[in-house]
Each structure stands twice: as C-alpha cells, then as structure tokens.
C-alpha cells in the first residue's frame, strides 16, 4: 500500500509558477514510477508527466514540455511538479500517482495502482 498526499496549489497569475508536491508513505517508494495527472471541470483525467522508479527517465505531455519538470526524491519519499508559465487553461485539480510499470505505459490512467487526492491549481489572466 501507497498513500500519497499532495500539496502546493494554489492561485497564481497567468505566467507564474507553482510547485507541487507528493509525499508518499508505505514501502517501496523507489518500486514505483510516479505520475502527474490533472482533471479540470467536465474533463477527463488527462496525463501530465511522469519519472521512473530510478528518476532517470521522464515522461510529458506535449503541453507540458518546456513548462513544467517532474522530479523525485526517493530519500524524501516525495515527487514534485515545477510549473512555469502558468496559462489560463492550465488550471485543474492536479493528482499524484504511483506506478509498477515503466516506459511507454507510463501515460495512461489504468497503469497507476495509487492516487493521490488532489491539489487544486487555479490560474487567474
């Protein structure tokens, strides 16, 4: 078992940043691949970013590239999301997930095991 808690939304300017973090307990945190996921009103669950279990891969969302960074800290037992250029249709509820799998599989929903219960991120123009 994994539980996952996230902090770090917010409101924030359109063009400014916010960090978001996901502090996990139970075992393993290094077992896991985690992910970033967001689901904005009358949306579905979208893939946003994701680290494997070494951190030395990463995965985004074409819309993610070039804004936003995963990382992890497997001593700190916790994954982070840096957002810059925060853009209007940005905002959502922003999720944490862990993972067994790895590479490709890495984007869609199914392949995550554990979730978090979400940060709100709200961006004003």
């Known amino acids: 078992q994994v539980q996952l808690v996230e902090s770090g939304g917010g409101l924030v300017q359109a063009g400014g940043a916010l960090r978001l973090s996901c502090e996990a307990s139970?075992?393993?945190?290094?077992?896991?691949?985690m992910g970033w996921f967001r689901q904005a009103p009358g949306m579905e669950r979208e893939f946003v970013a994701a680290?494997?279990?070494?951190?030395?891969?990463?995965y985004y969302a074409e819309f993610a590239k070039g804004r936003f960074t995963i990382s992890r800290d497997n001593a700190k037992n916790t994954v982070y999301l840096q957002m810059n250029s925060l853009k209007p249709d940005d905002p959502a509820v922003y999720y944490c997930?862990?993972?067994?799998?790895?590479?490709?599989?890495?984007?869609?929903?199914?392949?995550?095991?554990?979730w978090g219960q979400g940060t709100q991120v709200t961006v004003s123009s």
């Open positions: 680290r494997s279990q070494s951190g030395i891969s990463t």
């Open positions: 139970g075992r393993s945190f290094s077992s896991y691949a």
């Open positions: 997930a862990a993972s067994l799998s790895s590479g490709s599989f890495l984007s869609p929903s199914f392949a995550y095991a554990y």
